[in-house]
T-cell receptor, first 114, second 119 residues
Framework: AQKVTQAQTEISVVEKEDVTLDCVYETRDTTYYLFWYKQPPSGELVFLIRRNSFDEQNEISGRYSWNFQKSTSSFNFTITASQVVDSAVYFCALMVRGNNRLAFGKGNQVVVIP | DTEVTQTPKHLVMGMTNKKSLKCEQHMGHRAMYWYKQKAKKPPELMFVYSYEKLSINESVPSRFSPECPNSSLLNLHLHALQPEDSALYLC??????????????????FGPGTRLTVL
């Protein structure tokens, strides 16, 4: 069974500060995919980033970056120089190869204060 | 700009009504999903269609009836719902799809959702 844990519930930051969201996952499968989604108040889940279990490097995409640590089963996500438009719920999710199901964490509510 | 569309955006219905939610994607994705999401909770999987065949039904009550008329369309027929069925209903699709089309790497793309209220 797959499980995703996002321990923090609500995080408040002042605009331009960095914010890091923690995600810890559990799976026995060796091939799996990790995702971060953003859900603004409008409700749509927006795909942000994907990480394959066999990828080696961490990456940066604009103001987003992520830190994948297989040894600790963590997939943390950082927003650099936060903006008010970043206020949303962020979900970490896991899918294993050959399985159509996405296991979601409970989500992090991020509030960016102007 | 979303590549998965859902209609209607909002729906209010009585417990005796019959209504349908619609979802459409043109990315050539062959897996389509229905999720239910209550406030302050993550989405819960309801149904999965793979190559137009129902592959997963997460023990959803029969008052929810999915239909996949073709590879681009997904419907959710609603009948005799209960007030506790009020929620945001999200549709999603997943690749692999057409060559060169966004999303060949297993991520699901979600539509904007239908906010359903059952009176």
């Amino acid at each position: 069974a797959q499980k995703v844990t996002q321990a923090q519930t609500e995080i408040s930051v002042v605009e331009k500060e960095d914010v890091t969201l923690d995600c810890v996952y559990e799976t026995r499968d060796t091939t799996y995919y990790l995702f971060w989604y953003k859900q603004p108040p409008s409700g749509e889940l927006v795909f942000l980033i994907r990480r394959n279990s066999f990828d080696e490097q961490n990456e940066i995409s604009g103001r987003y970056s992520w830190n994948f640590q297989k040894s600790t089963s963590s997939f943390n996500f950082t927003i650099t120089a936060s903006q008010v438009v970043d206020s949303a719920v962020y979900f970490c999710a896991l899918m294993v190869r050959g399985n159509n199901r996405l296991a979601f964490g409970k989500g992090n509510q991020v509030v960016v204060i102007p | 700009d979303t590549e998965v569309t859902q209609t209607p955006k909002h729906l209010v219905m009585g417990m005796t009504n019959k209504k349908s939610l619609k979802c459409e994607q043109h990315m050539g994705h062959r897996a389509m999903y229905w999720y239910k999401q209550k406030a302050k909770k993550p989405p819960e999987l309801m149904f999965v269609y793979s190559y137009e065949k129902l592959s997963i039904n997460e023990s959803v009550p029969s008052r929810f009836s999915p239909e996949c008329p073709n590879s681009s369309l997904l419907n959710l027929h609603l009948h005799a719902l209960q007030p506790e069925d009020s929620a945001l209903y999200l549709c999603a699709s997943r690749g692999p799809g057409l060559a060169g089309v966004r999303g060949p790497y297993n991520e699901q793309f979600f539509g904007p959702g239908t906010r359903l209220t059952v009176l």
